[in-house]
């Protein structure tokens, strides 16, 4: 057992040390002092405290402020989900690519200067990482993005919307989103509600067991659909509460399988939309996409925002309640997370003394 907690004392202890290293080998040598920074992770004061105390923190993205949903609403809601973050004993990290330095939680006006920019910052995926340091560019972080640069930090748990999947049709277009695989490699838990049902969801499901990703549904036995409770399909696993949530992280970097943890959060009821209504505005915007040739990561931006139009703006107020109680339940596991570790540490120092 002693061998077993000192994993777990390790893996929260390391935190600042893999900070303290970041800088180090990631900062510009002094000669190119002049380079502003690029090719540097910054780490907002607020976060790199937390994780040097070993206190909860929350990686959130960006791409939701800037493509998920139009100025003011985008900042706005950006406010509120740290807030919900806060109010639950956590603290928030945003993260987003500012003039090529990735930067691990974001002030006030760094969240506004991207919000302004809506889809004027690109849509970054993990392979757009590089090049966007190397331009210097503004990118908001899509979740294949946000799940690196936590996971070099040491930020354990991620709340997003809804992740990528394949598209429907993938069989076809191999259209399939990087969130996916970047799940089967990184190990950091997201906490979504499920996934958007613009995509093909089956698929999806089949696709992160085949790379190994466990899949839990939190206080349901059914995987949902984004802006609806349920998909008709049911979800392998299921979790009860923020503890349930925190031991299945700990597992998981206990056995070091390497593997990403997707955490599916069904909407609140009362802000659940209809399915029907949504389903059939996904297909008329479906069609709409394939008539004007919009593929790729465009497809998702403009699906999305036509969906919000065909429904009156009932999609995007389903969007903007999930995101939010998805933070407030990601806020309390990465509570409960850092309270389990907390607890084998203690159970450490009690077995040495």
């Not at 809601?77 to 973050?85: I, S």
């Not at 809506?118 to 340091?133: C, E, M, S």
Request: one cysteine or more; aromatic letters at 2%; glycine letters at 8%.
């Amino acid at each position: 057992m002693a061998s077993s907690s000192s994993s777990s004392s390790s893996s929260s202890s390391s935190a600042a040390s893999r900070l303290s290293s970041l800088q180090r080998h990631l900062r510009p040598s002094h000669s190119r002092s002049n380079n502003k920074g690029a090719g540097f992770i910054k780490v907002s004061p607020e976060v790199s405290e937390a994780l040097s105390n070993g206190n909860a923190v929350v990686a959130l993205e960006s791409t939701i402020i800037s493509h998920g949903m139009p100025y003011p609403q985008n900042l706005e809601t950006a406010k509120e989900v740290e807030a919900n973050v806060r109010e639950k004993g956590a603290v928030p990290a945003t993260i987003a690519i500012l003039d090529g330095i990735p930067c691990v939680g974001l002030s006030i006006e760094e969240l506004a200067r991207l919000a302004n920019l809506g889809p004027r910052a690109q849509k970054t995926a993990r392979r757009d990482i590089a090049h966007l340091v190397a331009t210097r560019g503004n990118g908001a972080t899509t979740v294949s993005a946000t799940m690196f640069i936590a996971s070099l930090v040491g930020i354990s748990v991620f709340v997003t919307g809804g992740i990528g999947g394949v598209h429907r049709h993938g069989e076809h277009t191999m259209d399939i989103s990087s969130d996916l695989t970047e799940l089967g490699r990184t190990p950091v838990a997201v906490i979504s509600a499920g996934v958007k049902s613009i995509l093909d969801i089956p698929r999806t499901l089949e696709y992160l067991e085949t790379q190994g990703v466990c899949v839990a549904a939190y206080k349901t036995n059914e995987f949902p659909a984004f802006f609806t409770e349920t998909s008709g399909c049911k979800a392998p696993s299921r979790v009860d509460s923020p503890e349930d949530c925190a031991r299945l992280i700990d597992a998981n970097m206990k056995l070091k399988l390497g593997t990403g943890i997707l955490i599916a959060v069904p909407i609140p009821r009362e802000h659940s939309a209809s399915g029907s209504l949504i389903e059939s505005a996904i297909q008329k915007a479906l069609k709409e996409a394939r008539d004007k040739n919009i593929t790729g990561n465009a497809e998702t931006p403009f699906l999305l925002a036509r969906v919000n139009e065909l429904t009156g703006g009932a999609s995007l107020s389903s969007n903007i309640a999930l995101v939010k109680n998805n933070a407030r339940v990601g806020a309390e596991i990465a509570v409960a997370l850092t309270q389990l570790r907390d607890h084998c540490n203690e159970g450490d120092v009690e077995s040495m003394s």
